[in-house]
């Protein structure tokens, strides 16, 4: 028994090797570095060692902003992109004719370069001195007003970053919960069937609880997604995120570290702890859930 553990160990021995150096050894000296005030990156000095890092972060309305900019894509994107990518997948399980086409067609967003759809939204929602761009020319064709949603007021470039998240991460989740609805054993349905239940409630009693590890996975995965969310931005708004008032939480580490006004280590090493707070609190928070939510067949 004892030689069995030892060569288990073994195996385990370069995983945990590998994780020790690139996760827990960055996340300690992360942790360190927020605590050391006036921390000099040069020099390796810093003249003080307590909570000022966390009490400037949680003060600086760059930061606020960023975290409400970041609450609102996950708000709004998870359980939107979620949604729409279970309807793709229902959709999609039901063609027979061409499914393999169309499963290509929706996954090509995935593997497509982030700046390049950047490029393309920017075409379809930033007027410029030639056209209004397209999505204002239908506004305008139902008689509405040109709105600039890439410079213009904060809704409307919310809006935009919302739905260009929505659009790079749902050709995933359509993947994911296609290949989670093709292993449902067509067994339960065929005897619901016989005995008279509808497609709804078979859907509803049947299918979804037995495609729940797999929903709950993409939520979870979604939230952390969303929350490390920074280059969908750019690719909308340009670097100076903060100027256009669409920063988000990993945008105002980057900034602090790298940015124009940047060369703070101490404050991004806090600002980055403070994410890593929030990330691990709704990631519990979606697995106590998951326990008593997910069908474990």
Known sequence: MEQKSFKAWLYLLPAILFL??????????????????????????????GGYNYAYVLHDPYFLQAVKNTFILVIITV???TGLALLLSVGLSSIKPLRNLYQTV?????????????????????PTPYSDGLVNLLIQ???????????????AKMFVLCLYTVWVVMPFKVLI??????????????AARIDGTSRARIFRKIT?????????????????????AYSDAVALFGTNLNAAEMNTIVGYIYDMLYGAGGGY????????????AIVLTITCINLLISRKSVHRG
């Not at 064709?141 to 904060?154: C, H, K, L, R």
């Not at 989670?180 to 349905?189: E, G, T």
Request: glycine fraction near 8%; hydrophobic fraction near 55%; proline fraction near 7%.
């Open 208 to 228: 979804l609880p037995m495609i729940s590890p797999m929903l709950f996975y993409l939520i979870i995965t979604g939230f952390i997604g969303a929350f490390k």
């Open 265 to 276: 280590p101490s404050y991004a090493a806090a600002a980055a702890i403070i994410l890593f």
């Open 141 to 155: 064709w139902f008689g509405g007003e040109s709105v600039d949603f890439i410079e213009g007021p904060y809704w």
């Open 79 to 81: 359980p939107v992109s």
């Open 20 to 49: 020790g150096v690139f996760l827990v050894y960055p996340l300690v000296d992360v942790l360190i570095y927020s605590f050391e005030e006036g921390y000099h990156s040069a020099s390796q000095t810093y003249f003080g060692v």
């Open 177 to 190: 919960l296609t290949s989670a609805l093709a292993s449902v054993n067509p067994d339960y349905s065929a």
């Open 106 to 126: 929706y996954f090509l967003p995935y593997v497509t370069n982030t700046l390049a759809v950047g490029l393309v939204f920017m075409i379809l929602f930033k």
